[in-house]
């Protein structure tokens, strides 16, 4: 007989709207960061990189990064679970928030770009599958949906709030470090989200074709049932 887990059924009563909220909330926050517009003005005026430098060891980190860690970081979120991979990559993100703010040198700022790259991997790979994973199937569209919009939303709002507070080309009405300030707090505010807020995901039903343990044995045994 085919059975969920306590867990599993304790998710189909909760009310969805509330469970999608609690899963887009991490993506909203850790995706609003006023500071991002003025990044490249802020690493030339405030952390001693120049131009020549930031084109050409700064930036290329991101890239290096990104080839990196995006398949070990799948492959990571599978053997540990979602859940800590996407905690795995906040760290990243944290690291990467401290260093804009009390580092300096070409060096620093290239390992920002380096420990954002790994951020990044683990939020693209995992986010939105950690999503889809807390929420009955029925839900599965509807989470990934919504989980992607948060994303986008907190992009835009701040963005918005960073032009806003820079005064959007006229006189400033918050510093630079400022703006830094608000992007590390949002994604704290992430980390929290994540943490206390996002639910776990369920257990797989026995059996389940679907599942990520289902396929290691479908591969390793073909002629499984």
Known sequence: MVTSSPYASMLEKQPMRHLIARLASVGFFVNFQPSEPFLTWYLLRRKGVSARALNAVVWPCDTYGALLFTLPVAACAERVGYRRALLLGLACREATRLLLLYARGVAAMAAMQLTYAGAIAAHDAVYVAHAVACVPRRAAAAAAAYATAA???????????????????????ASGDALFYASWASTSLGVASLAWCSPRPAAPLENDRWSAAAARAALRDPARP
């Not at 994303?151 to 009405?173: E, I, K, N, V």
């Open 151 to 173: 994303c986008t939303l907190g992009d835009a709002l701040g963005s918005l709030a960073g032009q806003c507070m820079r005064g959007f080309g006229g006189r400033p009405r």
